[in-house]
């Protein structure tokens, strides 16, 4: 499976080049350099997958989710050309106030 890199809208993406690779496996995935530098993170917590429904007449997309600081922060990290079941499913979740 192709997984594609996803770089925040705060970087100057034109300066740097998004990564792809090919997985075979979940063991593959975790060995990805840019993304076992977030597991590597004292921060991380998990790595999730959005599973949301599109809108209007997009394609499917499953997104991979950093989840750091407990999953109170997250960001999405690559674009994944199909689901990994074995991931749990992203849920927003929030500090009470």
Same mark, same amino acid.
Not at 1 to 28: A, V
Not at 29 to 47: A, G, M, Q, T, Y
Not at 54 to 61: E, G, W
């Given at each position: 499976? &192709?997984?594609?890199? *996803?770089?925040?809208?705060?970087?100057?993406?034109?300066?740097?080049?998004?990564?792809?690779?090919?997985?075979?496996?979940?063991?593959?995935?975790?060995?990805?350099?840019?993304?076992?530098?977030?597991?590597?993170?004292?921060?991380?917590?998990?790595?999730?997958?959005? *599973?949301?429904?599109?809108?209007?007449?997009?394609? *499917?997309?499953?997104?991979?989710?950093?989840?750091?600081?407990?999953?109170?922060?997250?960001?999405?990290?690559?674009?994944?050309? &199909?689901?990994?079941?074995?991931?749990?499913?992203?849920? *927003? &979740?929030?500090?009470?106030?």
């Amino acid at each position: 499976m &192709k997984i594609k890199q *996803r770089l925040p809208n705060w970087m100057d993406i034109h300066s740097i080049e998004r990564q792809e690779t090919e997985i075979n496996s979940i063991e593959d995935l975790f060995n990805v350099p840019w993304i076992k530098s977030w597991i590597e993170d004292e921060k991380f917590h998990k790595l999730s997958i959005d *599973r949301t429904e599109p809108l209007f007449d997009y394609p *499917r997309q499953y997104l991979l989710m950093a989840e750091m600081n407990e999953g109170f922060n997250w960001y999405v990290i690559a674009y994944l050309e &199909k689901d990994i079941p074995e991931l749990p499913d992203w849920k *927003r &979740k929030y500090r009470n106030k």
